[in-house]
């Protein structure tokens, strides 16, 4: 099973970016899926998730400023990431979970900085 996320870089206070998570190997319609970001020093949050009906879920900090979606038939998921803060800056990972079996993928490297 492979998690391929993407989609990372430098951005400036304000800007946006949008991640993405192309899965393999799994029967993706079943799985929630999940982005989690670890910035340095700290431990690895959980950012945003998504289930197999579209039910949403995000961390208060990001509430309003990130959007998680799904794309079933390509198996992605996808993280649009608007308004960011240099708090934001953080290596993000997707996570694919389903009765306690999960899946990661290697993080995406953002940075926001001026």
């Known amino acids: 099973v492979q998690l391929q996320a993407s989609g990372g870089g430098l951005v400036r206070p304000g800007g946006s970016l949008r991640l993405s998570c192309a899965a393999s190997?799994?029967?993706?319609?079943?799985?929630?899926m999940n982005w989690y970001r670890q910035a340095p020093g700290k431990e690895r949050e959980l950012v945003a998730s998504?289930?197999?009906?579209?039910?949403?879920n995000y961390t208060d900090s990001v509430k309003g400023r990130f959007t998680i979606s799904r794309d079933n038939a390509k198996k992605t998921v996808s993280l649009q990431m608007n308004s960011l803060k240099p708090e934001d800056t953080a290596d993000y990972y997707c996570?694919?979970?389903?009765?306690?079996?999960?899946?990661w993928g290697k993080g995406t490297q953002v940075t926001v900085s001026s």
């Open positions: 190997e799994i029967i993706f319609t079943f799985y929630t």
């Open positions: 998504i289930t197999s009906a579209d039910s949403t």
């Open positions: 996570n694919a979970r389903r009765y306690g079996v999960e899946y």
